[in-house]
């Protein structure tokens, strides 16, 4: 199927062609297809919506897409953003390609060999609120010091001030452990905004795929050093979003 006598949804590049046929269904448990477009070989579908919205459920099966491929043998790989609908190749290669095209062959020479990992990090801040009390003589001392009594609106912002800073010092070396940990292993580091209140840590790796067992171990390692008090979200196969953007300067 080459032509585009319907809408097409559009999942990913590859800088060669496939060398077996798939049998892959996307959205709308639609075929899934490649069609090439100067020496890019885009991954697609037949669009059954205008807009597709981005429902967990829509997101997970674009995801599976580009997962199923890389799992196929087809590791480098430029995932494109969700909900991308075209109608003809044409506007592809006139927005996309003769634009950016360096920019693309640039993204796929940075990801030959490597692959994207992520770690999330999540905290019980009342457990570790008690685990500082614990820990913490003078902080304790003074908390206790003042429990039961009538507080001026002064000892109030005081002791206040003194929990948050000691929490977020607290936070800070737990970020620290997992930065000196893993990131000697990354050739790319991608940090992102916490997903949650919990979430104290959200950062993608790209890293060489054979390097991913010693990451995994590390990882495993930090949750024991932390004795399994934090919640730590390990994801080792993934598209690479979080490298493939491309420089529009």
């Known amino acids: 199927m080459t032509t585009t ?38 991954l697609y579908s037949a669009a059954q919506q205008e807009k ?16 199923a491929l890389m799992e196929a043998g087809y590791r480098n790989l430029l995932p494109l953003q969700f909900g991308l609908v075209i109608d003809t190749w044409e506007r592809v290669r006139e927005q996309l390609i003769e634009p950016y095209g360096d920019n693309l062959r640039h993204l796929f020479t940075k990801l030959d060999g490597h692959r994207e ?47 948050e800073r000691a929490m977020e ?9 997992f930065q000196e940990s893993l990131s000697a292993l990354a050739i790319e580091i991608a940090e992102n905004d916490p997903l949650q209140e919990t979430m104290i840590y959200n950062t993608a790796y790209l890293i060489p795929w054979d390097v991913e067992p010693t990451f995994g171990d590390r990882v495993e390692k930090l949750d024991q050093q932390f004795n399994e008090r934090l919640r730590i979200r ?13 420089d529009r300067n």
């Open 5 to 42: 006598d319907q809408s097409l949804y559009l999942y990913g590049i590859l800088p060669t062609p496939l060398t077996d046929a798939i049998d892959l269904k996307g959205l709308d448990k639609q075929p899934v297809y490649s069609h090439e477009v100067d020496n890019f070989v885009f």
């Open 52 to 67: 597709y919205l981005a429902s967990r459920r829509n997101l997970l099966g674009h995801e599976r897409v580009l997962e």
């Open 117 to 163: 990992v992520s770690v999330k990090v999540l905290w019980d801040s009342n457990a570790e609120l008690e685990l500082l009390m614990q820990e913490n003589d003078g902080l304790r001392a003074e908390r206790d010091r003042l429990e039961g009594r009538q507080l001026s609106m002064d000892e109030v912002v005081s002791i206040g001030q003194q929990i």
């Open 169 to 177: 010092h607290r936070k800070v070396g737990i970020v620290n452990a």
């Open 234 to 246: 390990y994801n080792n196969f993934t598209a690479p979003f979080n490298f493939s953007q491309i």
